[in-house]
């Protein structure tokens, strides 16, 4: 990697390695326009590591029908290009696609409700449901060094810890062929990720102000939520 140059897609101008409208045999974009953060100028044998992964069968094939998930996402209509699945409805083509049978939900307890939906039409569709949620087990935050002024109920209140790691382990030791994940906050959604050891999907994220939809906030940045581009100095 070249000195203080790291990777930043997000800054890039050119795009060009998405070489949309392009005839399906035409060449590898040129990388001479690009800019030198580009990770293909970086990181060239990043791609040679990632294709050797894609070569092997099972991940082969589990991208190959995760592209076509990607592409039923989509109708051609005489007025142009639409969309026509939610995420849920994809979440069940998905497991059909690679025929998974029993999925595990890990929940927030404060999506108690919307779990139960999911829960509901996941096995209407013909799944076994494991389900699990974050304050599992009952544990007293103090058993993780929480003091009595950082407890959400205030200092007398007993508060029960989130649990991310036992709920990973029990989607685990219970065979699931993929899990999902539902309204985990930040923090406790990284611990379940780390300890889970099965093909793991997001349904939604936690944000308690939004409605569970933080892209909002980036939509509004340049109005309601404009001091998240306050600069630091």
């Known amino acids: 990697m070249a000195k203080n140059t790291y990777p930043g897609c997000a800054h890039c101008p050119t795009r060009v390695c998405e070489n949309r409208g392009e005839k399906a045999d035409s060449r590898q974009p040129s990388l ?67 025929g998974y049978k029993r999925l595990g939900l890990a929940f927030c307890g404060g999506l ?16 076994e449901v494991v389900s699990v949620q974050c304050k599992t ?21 007993w508060e029960t810890m989130c649990n991310p790691i036992v709920q990973a382990m029990i989607i685990n030791w219970s065979k699931v062929d993929m899990a999902i994940m539902l309204g985990l906050c930040i ?3 990284t611990l379940f990720i780390k300890y889970c050891d099965v093909p793991l ?23 309601y939520y404009n001091r998240l581009k306050n600069k630091i100095e």
């Open 201 to 223: 999907t997001v349904l939604a994220v936690k944000d308690r102000v939004l409605g569970h939809n933080p892209l909002a906030a980036l939509y509004t940045s340049g109005t």
């Open 187 to 189: 923090g406790h959604d």
């Open 32 to 98: 001479d326009k690009v800019p030198a953060f580009c990770p293909m100028k970086l990181m060239p044998e990043a791609y040679s590591a990632a294709m050797n992964e894609y070569d092997k069968s099972a991940v082969k094939e589990f991208a190959r029908l995760a592209s076509v998930q990607e592409f039923q996402c989509y109708e051609r209509r005489p007025d142009g290009l639409r969309t026509k699945l939610p995420r849920m409805e994809e979440v069940i083509q998905f497991a059909r696609k690679c």
């Open 137 to 157: 087990g009952a544990v007293p935050k103090e058993r993780i060094g929480i003091k009595p002024d950082e407890k959400i109920a205030g200092p007398e209140a």
């Open 112 to 127: 108690a409700y919307e779990a139960g939906l999911v829960t509901e039409i996941l096995e209407n569709n013909g799944f």
